[in-house]
């Protein structure tokens, strides 16, 4: 048995071991060993075949970059000792002559990064170990198209030479030779081209291949652990909040081979289907190859089931059929590591010669509906509780399931069909690179990245697009897997497709960049045009899986809705009542911006009530529509709030148009509008500055809320509960004058209509000195709604408008983690809600709290109301479901 790995005194251990009956680590050590490091471990522990290796750990990451990209002596030593314990167990020598050990070099991240960091395979290879290699083997033809894939490798990871050039050679030694396929290529034909590969790589580097073993080696454990920093990695770790501080582990595992002839494979599977979720095999695998020819999609792969290759209508065997025995033994492997991980796995295989080895077992990627399906699946099966089944679940990748998808009813020009690789529809015009595609959505256009194949390099494009097409490539591509994990629509493997300079031709039709194209990911099919879409039924395992969120949570959530349309959908969704109505919204409607601007440019308070009598009713019959809608549920609505120059003309037709209706000159009002303007309008003559300068504005709208709320409960029998907000309030003293002018407007209508309703009066938090002075606030305040887009404006004192010129820069440093716009800022902006919460309640037990900012549908701010212990959180309509998901996930995590 070998012995444990040395570390240096006073130095820390780095090398972990597993295979052969030895784990160092298993899988609660993921911050430590990265995801694949612990599984590798875990799966060794509990006696699956894997080939023996040792996983340098993440803290060498950070140590490696603290000291530029050095290794320390220490850690060569722990390398040694972990080299010794694969030779113990598998009886080869790294650089033996006769039978070489040849290994392979692999990232793994704490979180699953797929396609995003290095690889390298068949390391160890030589021009003298190549010959060990195929006399051990007694397959020259092995052993040579291992050595140019090393090569080729190698130097597109470590030397960091032009990849294009390799693949070039490739492709005109087979047409010399006539060849289609990489499999037709000979012996003989794979050492020329490493003749051809070496002399390539002194070519394009200046030296020599390397053919020390042990300087391959250092050179790859050094390029992986220099790919957590590639600009790829970079991106994919910032669109899915991965700290950079975490660093990835490298794993030296034992080669195993799926290129050793027809009973040999390669392969990539789900024990589920991550698509759909059904509970049934989804995988692919190859014939004679090696795990690239699979997630790169250099060659087509068949099916693992018979019954997925029936479906496709394919004729290439699939493993079931090809090597049944096999595939027995994948299968029992597959229900192993599900029940033992109690969730569905992503695993990579290799057949070496009839012997099955497990290469990586992690938490699979799927889809919003597969991740539905599969969360209460399991907890019918007994396999997981309903409380783990709602924890499951990613709140965010609800959104896949909340818009619209293609109508099936509509006409349908359909180019091809490929593989229907992550779900969901998306229409927009054609790009074909990622620098376009992302050039494009920051525009403001919507378009499809169309690839023969899409590579980690494409990781920003990917992001950008609407949706993803590729000529080449299966169901686990990087393009599907990583769409998958986007929420992305894709259509990979698209076969008849054709990509040249005049645009992707299929058959005799040609769509060149900028037509609008569809994909549907859910069929595979690729269509020209745009394609009508349908709203979506959010039945079956939604509803069971929201009932099973309900039960455990216990924030409320609202909505933030100004509409008929939007109330309904929010209730429809869940809603429990509405957390900010935006009553500036209502006024840019065509048919009242000219008594709008009236009000705006009057000269005295008789001009200003002559517009707002103009607007009453229209402000009523909204709060009459929307109160018939939410009837019965509280109703939080903000009295005007925006800068008053929003609202004013700028053409000479709409200054005409005010004139006519005020009865004044235009010259007039065009002096007024300039009186108007502001040097800073957004901390300016806005919020209830406006009510305190004319409260005969804030007048009108309570008069229009009031009669709107008794009109409904005489007609219903069941009364609305407004809630008055009051917004931008700095001083107790604004909030007691702005809740005087509510009152009395409340009183006039009751005692004219005769019938009185429950209401409340309170404010918007969104400034500093409010939340700080809270407590005083609370005395006229009944409830604080936590503005919390102003209040992370003035309190980083970053406008958001101008915040995306270098914000995402501040995130790739480090500086915030997130986007403070995005994900509430809790050590800054949520400090002072948390001071202000606390003030509130001190001042008023009672005190009603909430959420009402664009962080209101933001699982990880969402987490912190909780822990704040607000009441509610309100969210546009179609994160009103995210919110209520990710609420019951912080009620769990409370306990």
């Given at each position: 048995m070998a012995t444990a790995p040395r570390a240096a005194a006073n130095d820390q251990r780095y090398v972990y071991r597993f295979g052969g009956g030895v784990s160092d680590g298993g899988g609660g050590d993921r911050n430590l060993l990265g995801g694949k490091g612990a599984n590798l471990a875990e799966m060794a522990s509990i006696g699956l075949p894997v080939p023996p290796g040792f996983t340098i750990s993440t803290a060498m990451c950070t140590?490696?970059?603290?000291?530029?990209?050095?290794?320390?002596?220490?850690?060569?030593?722990?390398?040694?000792?972990?080299?010794?314990?694969?030779?113990?167990?598998?009886?080869?020598?790294?650089?033996d002559a006769a039978d070489p050990l040849l290994v392979s070099v692999r990232s793994g991240a704490r979180a699953s990064m797929p396609g995003m960091m290095d690889t390298v395979l068949n390391l160890g290879l030589n021009d003298r170990t190549v010959e060990g290699l195929a006399a051990a083997s007694g397959d020259p033809r092995f052993a040579w198209d291992s050595y140019?894939?090393?090569?080729?490798?190698?130097?597109?990871?470590?030397?960091?030479?032009?990849?294009?050039?390799?693949?070039?050679?490739?492709?005109?030694?087979?047409?010399?030779?006539?060849?289609?396929?990489?499999?037709?290529?000979?012996?003989?034909?794979?050492?020329?081209?490493?003749?051809?590969?070496?002399?390539?790589?002194?070519?394009?580097?200046?030296?020599?291949?390397?053919?020390?073993?042990?300087?391959?080696?250092?050179?790859?454990?050094?390029?992986?652990?220099?790919?957590?920093?590639?600009?790829?990695?970079?991106?994919?770790?910032?669109?899915?909040?991965?700290?950079?501080?975490?660093?990835?582990?490298?794993?030296?595992q034992a080669m195993v081979f799926g290129n050793m002839g027809d009973t040999s494979a390669t392969g990539v599977a789900f024990t589920r289907d991550p698509a759909k979720g059904d509970n049934a095999y989804y995988g692919e695998f190859l014939i004679n190859a090696q795990g690239e020819d699979v997630v790169a999609g250099i060659r087509t792969p068949q099916y693992l089931t018979r019954a997925a290759r029936e479906a496709a209508g394919a004729r290439a065997a699939s493993m079931?059929?090809?090597?049944?025995?096999?595939?027995?033994?994948?299968?029992?492997?597959?229900?192993?590591?599900?029940?033992?991980?109690?969730?569905?796995?992503?695993?990579?295989?290799?057949?070496?010669q009839g012997k099955l080895w497990m290469l990586q077992t992690r938490s699979g990627k799927r889809t919003a509906k597969a991740a539905l399906k599969i969360a209460v699946d399991m907890a019918g099966e007994g396999l997981i509780s309903e409380e783990e089944a709602v924890a499951r679940v990613d709140p965010a990748a609800l959104d896949q399931l909340l818009h619209p998808t293609l109508d099936p009813a509509a006409p349908r020009d359909v180019l091809t069909t490929g593989l229907p690789a992550s779900p969901g529809?998306?229409?927009?015009?054609?790009?074909?690179?990622?620098?376009?595609?992302?050039?494009?959505?920051?525009?403001?256009?919507?378009?499809?990245?169309?690839?023969?194949?899409?590579?980690?390099?494409?990781?920003?494009?990917?992001?950008?697009?609407?949706?993803?097409?590729?000529?080449?490539?299966?169901?686990?591509?990087?393009?599907?897997?990583?769409?998958?994990?986007?929420?992305?629509?894709?259509?990979?493997g698209a076969g008849a497709l054709s990509i040249g300079k005049d645009g992707m031709r299929i058959g005799d039709r040609?769509?060149?960049?900028?037509?609008?194209?569809?994909?549907?990911?859910?069929?595979?099919?690729?269509?020209?045009?745009?394609?009508?879409?349908?709203?979506?039924?959010?039945?079956?395992?939604?509803?069971?899986?929201?009932?099973?969120?309900?039960?455990?949570?216990?924030?409320?959530?609202?909505?933030?809705?100004?509409?008929?349309?939007?109330?309904?959908?929010?209730?429809?969704?869940?809603?429990?009542?509405?957390?900010?109505?935006?009553?500036?919204?209502m006024f840019f409607d065509a048919a009242r911006i000219t008594a709008v601007r009236q009000m705006i440019l009057a000269s005295d308070e008789a001009g200003r009530r002559?517009?707002?009598?103009?607007?009453?009713?229209?402000?009523?019959?909204?709060?009459?529509?929307?109160?018939?809608?939410?009837?019965?549920?509280?109703?939080?609505?903000?009295?005007l709030d925006p800068p008053l120059h929003e609202f004013l003309p700028h053409e000479e037709v709409e200054f005409a148009e005010v004139a006519a209706a005020a009865g004044l000159d235009v010259d007039t009002l065009k002096r007024r509008a300039a009186e108007l303007h502001e040097f800073n309008p957004m901390l300016g003559h806005r919020g209830c500055r406006l009510g305190v300068t004319y409260p005969e504005i804030y007048e009108m709208q309570a008069r229009a809320i009031f009669e709107a709320a008794v009109l409904v409960a005489e007609k219903s029998g069941d009364a609305p509960v407004p809630e008055i907000m009051i917004p931008l309030v700095a001083t107790k003293r604004e909030l007691e004058l702005m809740k005087a002018v509510v009152d009395r407007a409340a009183e006039a209508v009751f005692a004219e209509k005769g019938r009185r309703i429950d209401y409340l009066v309170g404010t918007m938090i969104e400034l500093p000195r409010a939340a700080l002075k809270a407590g005083e606030i609370a005395e006229a305040g009944a409830f604080f709604s936590f503005g919390t887009n102003d209040l992370t404006q003035t309190t980083l004192g970053v406008s958001r408008d101008d915040a995306a010129r270098f914000l995402s820069g501040y995130v790739e440093q480090g500086i915030y983690a997130k986007d403070p716009f995005v994900s509430l800022d809790v050590e800054g902006v949520g400090e002072l809600v948390s001071l202000a919460a606390e003030r509130g309640r001190a001042t008023r037990p009672d005190i009603k709290l909430g959420?009402?900012?664009?962080?209101?549908?933001?699982?990880?701010?969402?987490?912190?109301?909780?822990?704040?212990?607000?009441?509610?959180?309100?969210?546009?309509?179609?994160?009103?479901?995210?919110?209520?998901?990710?609420?019951?996930?912080?009620a769990l995590a409370a306990r």
């Open positions: 140590r490696y970059y603290e000291e530029g990209g050095a290794f320390p002596d220490s850690l060569r030593d722990e390398v040694a000792d972990g080299l010794a314990h694969i030779e113990e167990i598998t009886g080869k020598r790294f650089g140019r894939r090393f090569i080729q490798m190698y130097s597109d990871v470590v030397l960091e030479l032009d990849h294009s050039r390799f693949e070039e050679a490739l492709e005109i030694a087979k047409e010399d030779q006539g060849y289609g396929l990489d499999t037709d290529m000979t012996a003989a034909d794979w050492r020329s081209l490493v003749a051809e590969y070496k002399a390539l790589v002194e070519e394009l580097w200046g030296k020599p291949f390397p053919q020390d073993v042990h300087d391959q080696l250092w050179g790859a454990i050094g390029a992986v652990f220099g790919s957590w920093q590639s600009e790829r990695a970079k991106v994919y770790r910032r669109l899915n909040y991965i700290p950079a501080s975490w660093g990835t582990a490298v794993n030296v079931e059929e090809a090597m049944p025995q096999v595939y027995g033994e994948l299968a029992r492997v597959f229900d192993l590591l599900e029940r033992h991980y109690r969730d569905m796995q992503d695993i990579e295989f290799t057949v070496q529809a998306a229409s927009g015009a054609v790009v074909f690179t990622a620098d376009a595609a992302e050039e494009a959505a920051q525009a403001g256009r919507d378009v499809i990245l169309v690839r023969v194949e899409t590579s980690p390099e494409d990781i920003h494009g990917m992001h950008a697009a609407k949706g993803i097409l590729t000529a080449r490539g299966g169901m686990t591509s990087h393009a599907a897997v990583v769409a998958r994990g986007m929420g992305r629509p894709c259509v990979s040609v769509i060149a960049a900028g037509e609008v194209i569809t994909i549907d990911g859910s069929t595979g099919e690729v269509m020209a045009g745009a394609v009508p879409t349908i709203q979506p039924e959010l039945v079956g395992d939604f509803g069971t899986l929201m009932a099973w969120a309900d039960k455990v949570r216990r924030l409320k959530v609202r909505t933030n809705a100004e509409t008929p349309l939007d109330c309904r959908t929010a209730r429809e969704f869940g809603a429990e009542g509405i957390g900010l109505c935006r009553t500036e919204h002559a517009a707002l009598d103009r607007l009453l009713p229209e402000q009523r019959s909204d709060f009459v529509e929307i109160f018939e809608v939410m009837v019965g549920l509280p109703c939080t609505i903000r009295l959420i009402c900012g664009e962080h209101g549908g933001d699982p990880a701010s969402i987490a912190f109301c909780e822990q704040v212990g607000l009441d509610y959180v309100s969210a546009s309509p179609y994160r009103v479901p995210i919110a209520r998901l990710a609420a019951a996930q912080a």
